[in-house]
């Protein structure tokens, strides 16, 4: 069985910074694409970054230059570091991991980013 454990959400003012840890354990062999999801309410999940095994990262229009989406295969956990924050990243943001060719979805870490 695998677990996912996100964790670095919160509360921030505008321009300000935050690190999304997302974290797996368990029966694990090999974990392929890393992805970095978030939804708004009322609006439909949407992808923000993923990085692949090869470790080449690709991120939506929205959060080029702003945010970094990394992985550290020892432990198993990608992260997601989010500068220049703005009111419209506010979101529930949701890692999913392939592991052993299966999805696997965290539990989502609210991020709200306000003044």
Known sequence: QVQLVESGGGLVQPGG???LSCAASGSIDKIYAMYWYRQAPGKQRELVAVIGSGNRPTYRDSVKGRFTISRDNAKNT?????NSLKPED???YYCNLVIDSRSHWGQGTQVTVSS
């Open 90 to 92: 506010s979101a529930i």
């Open 17 to 19: 910074s935050l690190r």
């Open 78 to 82: 990608v992260y997601l570091q989010m």
